[in-house]
């Protein structure tokens, strides 16, 4: 098996050098590996630094796009059998790879999903985590499939498994939307407890309750097309 490691990555100056560090050091399971990271059209010095960066492929939007378009990008650019998204403000851990993968080991896993709803704290907004709780209990009873953590940042799958799904949000709705899409398909999503460093808007957090809103359309339509 090889792993593709997608890494969007949209104004990060301060954390996309250290992320890429590591990724690269990251146990995966003795698999093959390739780091695609796609600059969304920055407007900090995450251009400059990504372009030092040696041993990655390397994708740069001339405008923003958003994560949505950033991650199709990474996709359909990937060689690997086995897609991990990885978002470049480290509040998701590359320590968490192992146990994210090793389910893989079963041929009939398709799907993995990094739980932050353990003994975390979602998020350091209230909101967030209200909204999350939120959508998660929508999107089990849309889709009549208990789902724990459907924005998760660790969405981990077989290539295969979405290469035919057309996804096409653009925003941060490529959340629900890939998750709609692969329940809507039959799939089993195999959930797996990460840990989780949650950061505030003062901090660069980017997600806001409007996106909520845009996510709970997206669940619906997904479910209707």
Do not use: C
Not at 30 to 56: P, R
């Amino acid at each position: 098996m090889k792993i593709s490691i997608i890494i969007p990555v949209y104004n990060e100056e301060k954390k996309i050098k250290k992320v890429v560090e590591k990724v690269k050091k990251s146990n995966t399971l003795k698999l093959k590996k390739e780091i695609i990271i796609i600059d969304d059209g920055s407007t900090d010095k995450s251009k400059s630094i990504i372009q030092k960066i040696k041993g990655v492929k390397k994708i740069f939007h001339k405008k923003n796009k958003g994560k949505g378009a950033a991650v199709i990008n990474g996709i359909k650019k990937s060689t690997g059998n086995i897609i991990l998204i990885q978002d470049a403000d480290l509040e998701y851990d590359p320590e968490n790879y192992e146990k994210l993968l090793k389910p893989f080991n079963d041929k009939k896993i398709q799907v993995v999903y990094g739980v932050r709803f353990n003994k975390n704290i979602p998020t350091k907004i209230i909101v967030h985590t209200i909204g999350n709780l939120i959508l998660n209990a929508l999107t089990s009873a849309i889709y009549l499939s208990k789902i724990s953590d459907m924005e998760t940042g660790y969405k981990i799958f077989r290539k295969n498994a979405v290469k035919k799904m057309n996804l096409k949000a653009k925003g941060f709705e490529f959340e629900p939307e890939i998750t709609g899409k692969i329940l809507k398909k039959g799939l089993k999503i195999t959930e797996i407890p990460i840990t989780f460093n949650p950061r505030s808007f003062s901090e660069g957090k980017k997600i806001n309750w409007k996106d909520g809103v845009k996510a709970l359309k997206m669940l619906i339509k997904t479910r209707v097309e």
